[in-house]
């Protein structure tokens, strides 16, 4: 593409009125078939000429695609593999911050607290990500009845290409700039994204930023040799922005650093409540409902309030467990190795009665890579590279039992019922199935999903259900379901769904396919002869996960970047809403012992809820952003994957 002009299509979407332009690229106002509108922005040549380029794009849509939907516009769709490459995101409504002090002048009070707090909240979530925004400015934040959000962040942003691009413009805004982003002495990360928070909050307290100039020069200049002016932002915003404006980066507090002196500020409810989840988060603890306790009656440190337990200390990731070796060794029981005890939580089999939630903290293992997906056996864990190409094996201790190489992108894992083969569906060019022996971590077998055309399917991954002797893999860049035979990996049958699949799950009616499309989202079952979809229901078009519910019925995680509602969604087969909990912020979902764990991606809290009703039955905190969770088949152990650590809970 040529940066002198846009196309007038990309993908499905019809290219409107420019909406703002800079060096990395151009965003425009579209509209797709169903006439909803995004905004889409298309990246610059030079930066998709970089041969790294579309693989940290891709990484990076992923990452991106897990923010919450409160802090972030919503990333809806994107085509690393385009020309030019491109990322739909949701258009929000309300004015940005600097039409808003252009036109009103500088926020005061309530107004100045609530766009700190939202800035410092959605800084914190990204970091915790592993984003970095790299341009945050009065024009990047947009002030929208649910708060500030922050829109244009990292994703289309070269790394290493920080100061200048090829044509010498300036990448980034020079007035919200951080001293090692003008003069490129290092790469900017969060705590360049912290200079200009604190930038940005002098321009909303005094219509001025605290580097102002005629020129770019000028401007850079007082940057990197004079002090901040700023003018009379009151306290204790005063002492924050000084503070966030020093020089040197590794001087700069972190933005969820400043976010917990917000939240302490905050007064005596918040203080409190700030403390109770900051105990159990340290404790380990697990707040139960009463839907458990007349279940089980109450156990050892169940008492149906809280209860604790000392942590014990991070286990490091490389060291084997007792008797085992790194990789494997042929004939072992596919389920255990030798030195595990079945008693043990986590080893043992399959709960067939609801059985106590994990109250226990365990090990805090770290990973020798960013944790994605992760599946539980009978005495094993299974944590996706999403970064890179392998898959990491460990024992319900934490110890590392090996790795296996998958190929690149693993995006979705699913195990077979007796636990001896490990699926993964690759986030690749074309979507691809790789089924893995669990007894000697040996690939038996790859198949490609598809021909391999590119297209707009990157934002929502592949997923991979297993049903009996079967492995279906959606592909939504088809859009497609695919069904393979579990042992050969030989090609079943294709089926086409009502709308483009978003993920797939194993029930007892065969596979349920949740979709979205123009005319709104679909769930469908798929089964023999795996070339039809049965009769769908209504659904939600913006489904993260889905589990089978009771007597038929599926329950949803929803992002809630439709229509504002996200949360947990139970749906019966005739269509029919049974119950919806719009207040719990779950993108991932994991099933065992007769529950549901819902994982909130922002602070890690897993809330364990009644698949019947969607009621509460217990909640555990959590201690930071997480990718996915996992349940072992007797319930009575849980994994949260949270940057590159696995958090277990027993």
Request: hydrophobic share 45%.
């Amino acid at each position: 593409m040529s940066d002198a002009a846009s196309p007038a299509t990309v993908g499905d979407y019809r290219v409107g009125r420019l909406l703002g332009a800079g060096a990395g690229g151009r965003v425009h106002e579209a509209v797709d078939a169903r006439g909803r509108r995004v905004a889409l922005k298309l990246v610059r040549t030079e930066h998709a000429a970089d041969p790294g380029f579309r693989a940290r794009f891709r990484r990076e849509v992923e990452a991106a695609r897990r923010m919450p939907s409160r802090y972030t516009a919503q990333v809806v769709d994107a085509d690393p593999d385009g020309d030019p490459p491109w990322v739909a995101t949701t258009l929000l409504a309300g004015p940005t911050l600097e039409r808003r002090v252009r036109d009103g002048g500088p926020l005061r009070g309530r107004e100045l607290a609530r766009l700190a707090t939202g800035l410092l909240r959605a800084l914190a979530a990204m970091h915790r990500a592993g984003l970095a925004h790299r341009d945050l400015k009065p024009a990047n934040v947009v002030l929208t009845p649910r708060g500030p959000m922050v829109v244009d962040f990292g994703i289309a942003h070269a790394s290493g290409d920080t100061r200048m691009t090829r044509t010498g413009a300036t990448l980034g805004t020079p007035a919200y700039m951080a001293p090692e982003q003008a003069d490129g002495s290092a790469e900017p990360g969060p705590a360049a994204d912290v200079h200009a928070f604190g930038a940005v909050l002098v321009l909303a307290a005094t219509g001025a930023p605290p580097y102002a100039g005629d020129t770019v020069p000028a401007v850079l200049y007082r940057l990197l040799h004079e002090a901040p002016e700023l003018g009379t932002t009151p306290e204790p915003w005063r002492a924050m922005a000084a503070e966030c404006l020093r020089r040197a980066p590794g001087t700069r507090p972190s933005a969820a650093e400043l976010l917990g002196r917000v939240r302490r500020r905050g007064g005596t409810r918040v203080a409190v409540a700030a403390a109770l989840v900051a105990v159990v988060a340290g404790t380990g603890a697990v707040l139960l409902g009463p839907w458990l306790a007349e279940r089980i009656g109450p156990g050892p440190g169940l008492d149906g309030t809280a209860t604790s337990a000392g942590s014990a200390g991070p286990a490091e990731a490389g060291s084997p467990g007792p008797g085992l070796a790194p990789g494997l060794g042929p004939g072992l029981d596919p389920g255990l190795g030798p030195g595990l005890d079945p008693a043990a939580p986590g080893n043992g089999p399959a709960a067939t009665a609801p059985v106590p939630p994990p109250s226990v903290a365990g090990p805090v293992v770290a990973l020798p890579h960013t944790a994605g997906r992760v599946v539980a056996g009978v005495g094993r864990v299974y944590v996706a590279d999403p970064e890179g190409g392998t898959v990491t094996v460990l024992d319900t201790a934490g110890a590392t039992v090996g790795r296996v190489e998958v190929g690149r992108f693993p995006a979705a894992l699913a195990l077979s019922p007796d636990g001896t083969r490990l699926y993964t569906a690759l986030s690749s060019t074309p979507v691809r199935v790789v089924a893995v022996d669990t007894r000697n971590l040996a690939v038996t077998g790859t198949a490609d999903v598809g021909a391999g055309s590119a297209g707009a399917d990157i934002v929502r991954p592949p997923d991979v259900a297993v049903a009996g002797g079967t492995v279906v893999v959606s592909d939504p860049r088809g859009p497609r379901v695919v069904a393979f035979d579990a042992a050969t990996l030989r090609p079943l049958g294709t089926a086409d769904p009502a709308a483009r699949p978003l993920a797939v799950a194993a029930a007892d009616s065969g596979v349920l396919v949740a979709g979205a499309s123009p005319g709104g989202g679909r769930i469908e079952t798929l089964g023999p002869p795996w070339t039809v979809i049965g009769p769908g229901v209504p659904a939600p078009e913006d489904v993260l996960d889905l589990v089978p519910g009771p007597d038929g019925a599926a329950l949803v995680a929803r992002a809630g970047n439709v229509d504002g509602v996200g949360g947990l969604r139970l749906i019966g087969p005739d269509g029919a809403v049974r119950a919806e909990r719009p207040d719990l912020d779950a993108v991932r979902l994991g099933t065992a012992a007769g529950l549901v764990h819902a994982l909130d991606p922002t602070t890690g809290t897993v809330t364990v809820v009644d698949p019947g009703t969607l009621g509460t039955v217990a909640r555990i905190a959590g201690d930071g952003l997480a990718a996915d969770v996992a349940v072992a088949p007797d319930g009575r152990a849980l994994y949260v994957a949270t940057g590159r650590t696995l958090r277990i809970v027993r």
